[in-house]
């Protein structure tokens, strides 16, 4: 199973962002999706996820700025980003749980990352 993260870059600050991430592979359902971030020297920390039925929970420094959405059909994550900090600055990780067969276990799955790079 492989998650692949798009779309960082370089903005300037008010500007948005989408990043999208693809998870591929042998998957049989995936039970939640989401996005973190890492800041350099702090600790990854949650942005935001979706589970199966479209509940979704963001971080309190991203509501109403980044909308998370699924594709399911495509095993595809999306976040847009909107009205952006320098404070988003960060590598922002795809995060999986999903199973790889009808009766396993779900596991959890990280992408590589890519970077969002915020300017003042």
């Known amino acids: 199973v492989q998650l692949v993260e798009s779309g960082g870059g370089l903005v300037q600050s008010g500007g948005s962002l989408r990043l999208s991430c693809a998870a591929s592979?042998?998957?049989?359902?995936?039970?939640?999706m989401g996005w973190y971030r890492q800041a350099p020297g702090a600790q990854r920390e949650l942005v935001a996820t979706?589970?199966?039925?479209?509940?979704?929970n963001y971080a309190d420094s991203v509501k109403g700025r980044f909308t998370i959405s699924r594709d399911n059909a495509k095993n595809t994550v999306l976040l847009q980003m909107n009205s952006l900090k320098p404070e988003d600055t960060a590598v922002y990780y795809c995060?999986?749980?999903?199973?790889?067969?009808?009766?396993?276990?779900?596991?959890?799955?990280w992408g590589q990352g890519t970077q969002v790079t915020v300017s003042s």
């Open positions: 979706i589970i199966n039925g479209g509940s979704t």
């Open positions: 592979g042998r998957i049989f359902s995936i039970n939640a």
């Open positions: 995060n999986a749980d999903l199973s790889t067969t009808r009766w396993g276990n779900t596991y959890n799955y």
